[in-house]
């Protein structure tokens, strides 16, 4: 049978006109799932308060928002101009002290809608929340982030929610446009960036952007915009963007604005990347160290990988959306073992901090420190035994990297508390720790010296001289090597390198007085030794030295070194890179290193001498062991005439940061004091404007969400009373929420009505949460009306009120324990429209209940209808007329389903169902047909089991190739599958100028079910299986020996028209062997 459009629309027309809309409780085969936020602790927000911007904190959190405070001014005012836009609303910044006080945040947890076919709008607001990660650069490239967020939302979708109803349903991005802008405007790149975006350049992986996913998708949006900006001028970006939310197309942002099409760009900026890729490479030199050929799968990413001082053993940590492993491989017999799997794959920024991982000098253990819930732990795992002990590390948020040291009693830690990234001393006897630095300057990857006396780090402060809480106006993005005297514990460090223009990683000791580490020249980041020595400075009476660092590279890689690892006292190392679409695993000894050639071409055309000192100026050390030496660069009044550039983090008439070079005699007598100002380019202004006191936070509510469309659902989450299978169906009528939260969406109030097309059957709801502890609260009220016929001609009209609290408690994210308490009163008018009816008195019903649910959430959405992974509910009721304690009811059931991707965007979806009513009143299923049908028909030929004493129905769906009431009994089970392919965007490789065919899915389905009295489909109580005849005092029963369980098959198609998801199914059932006549389904409904 073919439909024309016509004839569609003209059913549609027909069925938001006239359709008599029955009332449907419980949804057929809708479940509520969802994921979890778990708090482990309380959060109590004080904020600051600014013209342009509030800054939100809690405890152990101030300084951090007072960071906030003095460079979120000027990033804004940075922004706006990239962007051509200003900010039209006030932003809150909600700063979180780690990210695993943000994972315990309620912020985005707004579920996901399944059941709503129309698609909810969600109101965007102008909240910024950040976390620190030990590094206040990083913090403020996040603090840009989440700016340039806001101003992206605000030029695409409007500054107030009318703007953002009407652009929300029209305009659908992909994810390397927008979160590639972010990156390119805030120019928050993660470390590795440069070395993904060669590689995918290289390997052809942008040729498809379309089908790019998660990091990837950002960077190649990132190198795309980059390009864009370099070829075309930055000026044009805002123009593509508004263009692209005018049109509702990111094809034609692109095409109005430059005159060529994304294919164009894409091309162009391949080619572009091609070209200084290939030309750089020719430099290199391929690496030529043992390769350990570890197994990765494609969509891991490596963080840690190190060998074992002796070499015998590797330990690496993988991570897939937040999930991460640790593995042992035993380089000897090439055998990997599995120690660790912590957190689940889930849609959020993912913590790659975690695990952070140390050798015991002996080769024989290894150190992990991890978070859970809510605790720093640190674990360590014994190879010979496998056990792993664990101890509690108190007073700090976060540790960041920790060594062994040489005699495996002590770690080194750079470590975060309250706002700071320091040293500290653990001592695994008596599990203390000590702290050796103090101040805001970071001090990053700590390593002990072969005698254990020293400490040599990475740190951005600008001098050698530790002081306690210095109060700086400039932070430098840029970390020199510098080393720690233990013994002595001066407040004066020994300064290795002084680079303005490097960010030095991962120091050690090399051997003697040389130091390796990892720095980024020319490009990659590669292996460097570096020597401190001195020099003969000037003779007088006496010999006075300087002290400097010489540099070599030791290698010349084509790609970046993600991680390295030292064991100085046996000389072994480890490195870890990606090259060709693969992480690679090598590992190698000092004593075979040589000096690399590298091109000593510098920027500008000059030459930078390979082996030239990398320090520039003396330290502290040098000048008090040149005791009366006053000493003076040739450069220092260069330096000091430089003009300030304002468009490199500097405000015009600020103070410029200078320290004292002080040289201090013997007889103590200060000397001259010269001035020296730091590098211009690669440091962050700290903005001196005052802060003001801070206040507590207040609740308020914000609208968050709106949803205003046609719907064939009811609101109600409870049972309809028996009234046959052409009861089953709602109608089509209007449905209104509106929804609002406070600021850190802790508190949520739901308000909607609903209202039948006829105006006959309305339904009322209100719904308040509180999501602050661990123990989820939720409150509901309902109230329904409908109307319905039981035998054809009486009209009854029922009105129920229902109130609901239920208790959640998270396990973890995915999975929750849920109980609730209900009551409900059932109101049954007897409408006058006969004399039976107009002599019956109204009846009502009361019902006290308890439900309890086990519910397991770990899908990952892919799309519209297309989600992969596996979720599953548990569940049980009980009620009770308190009137009458001979009346109860109880159910329990289940819903599994699982979510198979076989390859892109294609998804084998599967499905079990099974529930069974139990106690003194019963529920009937009716087994058939689909959820929401817009054209219903029942089968009326199947009558119930009289014994039973139904007082409530639901439907057994879907059960496609059968009308309702296939079926019937006071338990049912299905089995779905379904084969989900989205045929247009699986194929084209850029982002598709339709809504229709981005969401445009062809399906392939086979139903199996049954519904039943008795234990099975098959025994002997099933009413199903035998017929009684009576007549007069002779009652027969014959036996019916067709088959309870039917099954169905057939093809769909789905997509979204005119803003909503529409199903159309064609089926065929088999009944008994025999296969049925064709059936067409039309509806409205998600999943299944």
Known sequence: MQISTRHLLLVVALLLSALVTNGQFYQGSYQEFGKNRVQYKDFLWQHFRFQEFDTYFYEGGQELAEFTSKVASKNIHSLEEVFDYPVRDKIQFIV?????????????????????????TRIVGS???????????????????????????????????????????????????????????????????????????????????????????AFAGYALWTY???????????????????????????????????????????????????????????????????????????????????GRYAIYVDNVLGQYRLYLYDVLKGKRKKILKAEHKLLRIPDFS???LAWHPSSGAFTYAKEWRGKLMLCTYNIESGKTTEREVFILDEILSMKYSPNGQQLVLSAVDKGQTDLYLYYTIGNRQEKLTNDIFGDFDPSFSKDGDRIIFTSNRPDDTLRTN???????????????????????????????????????????????????????????????????????????????????????????????????????????????????????NISNDGVARISTEGEGGEDRPIGEAITSRPTRREELEEADLIFIPDDAEENSQKQIDIDNYRFEGEPDYTYERETITLSEVPSDVEEYRPAEQGYTVLDTV??????????????????????????????????????????????????????????????????????????????GEDLTRRTDRRIQLFRQQSRYSPNGFSLIENVTYQGAYRLSFPIN???????????????????????????????????????????????????????????????????????????????????????????????????????????????????????????????????????QNYQFQTRGAPMRGFFANARNGNSFAVINNELRWPVFSYF????????????????????????????????????????????GNVTIEIENNRDPVVYGYGFGLRSKLLGYFVRVDWAWGVDDGITLDRVFYISLAMDF
């Open 96 to 120: 979180y002290n780690s990210h695993s006080d943000f994972k315990q945040s309620n912020i985005g947890i707004n579920g996901e809608d399944e059941g709503n076919i129309g698609g909810t």
């Open 127 to 217: 909240k910024v929340f950040i976390y620190f990660e030990g590094d206040y650069i990083k913090f403020e490239q996040n603090i840009r982030k989440g700016i340039a967020q806001v101003l992206i939302n605000n030029r695409l979708y409007g500054g107030n929610w009318r703007d953002v109803i009407k652009s929300s349903t029209l305009l659908n991005l992909p994810d390397w446009y927008i979160e590639g802008l972010i990156l390119y405007a805030s120019q928050a790149v993660d470390d590795d960036a440069e070395n993904i975006i060669r590689n995918d350049v290289m390997m052809g992986a942008y040729e498809k952007l379309n089908r790019l996913e998660g990091r990837n998708a």
């Open 228 to 310: 864009v900006a370099q070829v075309y001028g930055e000026n044009i970006i805002p123009n593509i963007l508004y263009m692209s939310g005018v049109s509702r197309n990111v094809e034609s942002g692109f095409l109005f604005v430059l005159g060529k099409s994304l294919d164009t760009i894409t091309k162009e900026f391949i080619a572009y990347y091609r070209g200084e890729y290939g030309t750089m490479s020719l430099e290199k030199t391929p690496i030529s160290l043992e390769n350990l050929k570890l197994k990765t799968k494609k969509d891991r990413v490596l963080t840690t990988y190190k060998i074992s001082p002796d």
């Open 354 to 356: 975690f695990p952070v």
């Open 470 to 588: 210095p109060d700086p106006i400039l932070l430098s993005q840029n970390r020199d090597v510098f080393a720690f005297d233990l013994k002595s514990r001066s407040p004066y460090l020994e300064r290795i390198t002084d680079t303005p223009d490097l960010i030095e990683k991962d120091p050690y000791q090399y051997q003697g007085r040389q130091y390796t580490f990892l720095a980024d020249y020319k490009g990659t980041m590669n292996r460097y030794v570096a020597v401190y020595d001195s020099a003969i400075s000037r003779i007088d009476t006496t010999i006075h030295y300087r002290f400097f660092t010489v540099a070599d590279p030791l290698t010349n890689y084509p790609s970046d070194l993600m991680d390295y690892t030292v064991h100085p006292n046996s000389g072994e190392y480890s490195v870890l890179t990606y090259a060709d679409n693969d992480y690679q695993f090598y590992h190698g």
């Open 690 to 767: 005052p802060l003001p006191g801070a206040r507590n936070y207040n609740l308020n509510f914000t609208t968050d969400k709106v949803l205003a469309q046609l719907d064939n659902t009811f609101m109600g989450e409870f049972y309809q009373p028996l009234s046959g299978p052409d009861g089953l169906n709602p109608g089509l009528g209007g449905l209104v929420k509106l929804g609002v939260s406070d600021l850190f969406e802790d508190y949520k109030i739901v308000g909607g009505f609903g209202i039948a097309g006829n105006f006959d059957n309305n339904t009322f709801m209100l719904m």
């Open 813 to 947: 994210e995915v999975f929750s324990i849920r109980g609730s308490g209900m009551y409900r009163f059932d109101e049954f008018i007897l409408l006058s429209t006969d004399q039976f009816n107009a002599q019956r008195p109204n009846e009502t019903s009361n019902y006290a209940g308890l439900k309890g649910e086990l519910v397991f959430d770990n899908t990952l959405p892919m799309g519209l209808n297309l989600r992969r992974g596996m979720r599953w509910k548990v569940w049980g009721e009980y009620y009770m007329d308190p009137t009458n304690t001979d009346r109860t009811f109880m159910t329990i059931g289940l819903d599994w389903r699982n979510y198979y991707r076989i390859h892109r965007n294609l998804i084998l979806a599967s499905r079990v169902g099974w529930s069974t009513s139990l106690g003194a009143e019963r529920l009937a299923f009716f087994l058939g047909s689909v959820d929401n049908s817009l054209n219903p028909r029942e089968d009326n030929s199947l009558p119930l089991d009289p014994e």
């Open 988 to 1031: 084209f490789q850029k982002p598709l100028k339709s809504d229709f065919l981005e969401n445009f899915q062809i399906l392939g389905f086979f139903d199996v079910g049954s519904a039943w009295t008795g234990p099975t489909p098959y025994s002997e109580e099933n009413s199903f299986n035998s017929t009684i005849i009576e007549s």
